[in-house]
């Protein structure tokens, strides 16, 4: 294999997801699973026998079995929010190395229509285990994913200087592209005001600084570059894909400003043969604002450090130089606990111009990048139309 | 403030729940790369060297991140109000998670200078935690 080898050998051929406006939906676990993938496989001309591959963020042979997949390709990568990038990356390395043939990824999750089926609200307990969480860290009582986040946002500002006001700039950006899109969870125009008037969290991040809890679920359709162009819709290629892990825990985390998306986006880049200057729409993986404002500075757009200023002049929203989330990401449009699939699925509309209100003009590449554990491990996906290939 | 959730004690770390009986913090040194790390754990996540040497720390750091919960976490009551959470780094060089007591949550920031102090807990052990330092 070449250095290359996963340039544009496989392409995304087929896409959905399931999500509504209320953040709730009616099904829920396997039926909801087989939904996505029906209607991923439909959007792609494909149907359950053409499958030989699967990619899920837990046990693969358990759906597989039930959507009645007798898979030769299985990704069982579990990495938190980042799981489908990372599940795109090793499907176009087994569709490009011949393990697979057509490969279908998906993910569901109904955290708010959960609690009333459990009849209780909140989250359900996680009873202490061997992992070293619960003995270094659990007894202090930081809240988590959020608390994590907001370490790493103390030492952000601390170091750099970055502020309150140009985090909460991301949000308004984000809703700004979500007042675009009829299904997104919030809608209404925000302000920094807005933002920073939000009752405080865990500090420094303030409640609009996180993003949503949503019913949701997507899946993605993946097969060769030659097979693709018979298929229904245009091919978007996978141009690039890489990752990286740096830590578990986030007292783990060797520097709390750095990301290892400093290590999967250049990694990806290369493999595209593009800089920052070829990217025309960044999906990045929004959790919190400083998830999002690290990814910049990790991924290249920015010097470390310059995250703030860099999005105080509203360049990530609608009509600014480099749209970033333009279905209003994790923040205003769904998030339901691993977002990173709804990147790919809005990545994937944009390139093909399926973007509604929000569709900008003819984007060529476009970059998800996603995020899992505590700013644990990053997936970068390069995705390009018909005329990069 | 209301009861901890309380930390497992894992075998291969019992001498450093051991030290906490007595109010003294250990940190494990491995005697291939010479060097403390942490989480505690029997091997050297530098080298795998798997022979740790138990040794005690000043109990002087610094203030490397912190976040004021102001909704209560893991075995926390909102009774108790907004708490700090921090990372610090230990002179010796390696960084822990505590909460930093003995001040307002709000007036602890980066960089400040902190020092070990102790939280009981049910079965004799004690917590590690910090204190600002005069």
Redesign the interface.
């Given at each position: 294999m070449t250095e290359h080898a996963l340039r544009a050998a496989a392409a995304i051929v087929g896409v959905a997801d399931a999500v509504s406006p209320t953040g709730e939906l009616d099904l829920h676990g396997r039926v909801l699973e087989a939904k996505v993938v029906r209607e991923a496989l439909a959007d792609a001309g494909l149907t359950i026998g053409d499958v030989d591959g699967i990619c899920y963020g837990g046990s693969a042979p358990g759906v597989a079995e039930y959507l009645g997949i007798q898979p030769r390709f299985m990704d069982g990568t579990m990495t938190g929010g980042s799981s489908y990038e990372l599940h795109v990356e090793h499907a176009a390395a087994a569709i490009a190395s011949g393990l697979g043939d057509v490969v279908v990824g998906l993910y569901a999750a109904t955290p708010r229509s959960d609690r009333a089926r459990r009849g209780a609200r909140g989250r359900l307990g996680t009873p202490?285990g061997?992992n070293?969480m619960?003995?270094?860290?659990?007894?202090?009582?930081?809240?988590?994913p959020i608390?994590a986040y907001?370490?790493?946002?103390?030492?952000h500002?601390?170091?750099y200087g970055t502020t309150s006001e140009q985090l909460a700039q991301i949000a308004v950006d984000a809703r700004r592209w979500a007042s675009m899109n009829p299904r997104a969870r919030y809608q209404q125009s925000i302000t920094i005001d807005d933002v920073l008037a939000s009752?405080?969290?865990?500090?420094?991040?303030h409640r609009l600084d996180c993003c949503l809890v949503t019913d949701g679920a997507g899946a993605f359709v993946m097969t060769s570059a030659a097979r693709a162009h018979s298929l229904a819709k245009p091919p978007v290629y996978v141009l690039g894909a890489a990752s990286c892990s740096d830590h578990s825990?986030?007292?783990?985390m060797p520097d709390?400003t750095v990301t290892a998306g400093a290590i999967s986006g250049p990694a990806a880049f290369k493999q595209a043969g593009i800089t920052t200057a070829d990217v025309d729409v960044l999906m990045s993986y929004d959790s919190f604002t400083i998830t999002a404002l690290l990814h910049l500075e990790d991924l290249g757009f920015c010097a470390k450090g310059e995250g703030g200023a860099f999005v105080e002049d509203a360049k990530l929203g609608p009509g600014g130089a480099l749209p970033m989330n333009t279905n209003g990401g994790g923040l205003s449009y769904t998030h339901p606990g691993q977002y990173g699939m709804f990147l790919l699925v809005e990545a994937t509309r944009q390139l093909r111009g399926e973007s509604g209100e929000r569709q900008l003009r003819g984007p060529q590449i476009a970059v998800a990048h996603g995020s899992g554990g505590v700013l644990s491990t990053m997936g970068t996906v390069v995705l390009g139309a018909e005329a990069t290939r | 403030m209301s009861p901890l959730l309380e930390p497992p004690a894992s075998d291969e770390v019992a001498p450093f729940w051991d030290a906490t009986r007595r109010g003294k913090l250990v940190l494990p040194w491995c005697r291939s790369c010479e060097r403390p790390f942490w989480y505690p754990r029997a091997t050297c996540p530098r080298c795998l060297g798997d022979t740790v040497e138990w040794r005690q720390a000043r109990g002087d750091g610094t203030v490397y991140a912190v976040s004021v919960q102001h909704q209560p976490g893991p075995g926390r009551d909102a009774a108790d109000g907004p708490y700090a959470v921090a990372l610090i780094d230990l002179d010796e060089g390696v960084r822990v998670m505590g909460n930093v007591l003995a001040c307002a949550a709000a007036d602890v920031h980066v960089g400040m200078s902190v020092r070990v102090t102790w939280q009981a807990l049910s079965d004799g052990r004690q917590l590690l935690q910090f204190a600002p330092r005069e």
């Open positions: 202490p061997p070293p619960f003995e270094w860290e659990m007894p202090y009582g930081l809240r988590l608390g907001a370490l790493a946002a103390s030492r500002m601390a170091v009752p405080m969290r865990a500090s420094p991040l825990m986030i007292t783990a709390l | -």
